[in-house]
């Protein structure tokens, strides 16, 4: 509810011709180890609505921790355009995003192939699914944008996206 009053608000500073051309970027999640579900508009245009940005942190936080981070906005905008390119409205389905200090410590002590500075550290990093869209269409559609890091988990059936420097794996 306050993430649609924030966008009246903004909606009223806009000059009445901006009004109309301005988008509201609207995400929705399915956290798979919490069961959680957040739909939320995060952004009206460039102008980022703080509240909406504050409930996606705690959502996206380390669910073992319970610690939280402020996720990069440039990565929601990467999740947004990439859902956008594929022509999708739907679900994303979140494994993992921010992991604290401990929790990355933890997996890869446990040999997953986690890295040690990985980007989940710096809350730079989501790994999903979308629903209704197969991973490798998921990949492929992150990989043209050349906006980060692009990883394909074809056995666990997920897509690493991050802010880092572009690359795939």
Same mark, same amino acid.
Do not use: C
């Given at each position: ?9 903004? !909606?009223?500073?806009?000059?009445? /011709?901006?009004?109309?051309? #301005?988008?509201?970027? @609207?995400?929705?999640?399915?956290? *798979?180890? %919490? ?32 610690? !939280?981070?402020?996720?990069?906005? /440039?990565?929601?905008?990467? #999740?947004?355009?990439? @859902?956008?390119?594929?022509?999708? *409205?739907? %679900? ?32 730079? !990093? ?44």
């Amino acid at each position: 509810m306050i993430g649609a009053i924030a966008i009246a608000a903004i !909606a009223l500073l806009l000059p009445a /011709e901006s009004a109309y051309s #301005v988008s509201e970027k @609207r995400l929705s999640f399915y956290h *798979t180890h %919490t069961q959680k579900t957040l739909e939320i508009a995060y952004a009206f245009g460039d102008q980022y609505i703080d509240s909406a940005l504050d409930e996606i942190n705690e959502f996206l936080g380390d669910f073992r921790t319970g610690d !939280a981070a402020a996720i990069d906005r /440039e990565l929601l905008d990467f #999740v947004y355009a990439v @859902r956008q390119a594929l022509g999708s *409205t739907q %679900t994303f389905e979140v494994i993992s995003a921010y992991r604290s200090p401990a929790t990355n410590e933890m997996l890869r002590a446990s040999g997953d192939g986690v890295a040690r500075n990985s980007q989940h550290l710096l809350a730079k !990093a989501i790994d999903v699914r979308l629903r209704g869209t197969d991973t490798m269409q998921l990949r492929n559609a992150a990989i043209a944008m050349k906006r980060g890091g692009v990883g394909y988990y074809e056995k666990s059936d997920f897509v690493h996206l991050d802010t880092g420097r572009v690359r795939t794996w």
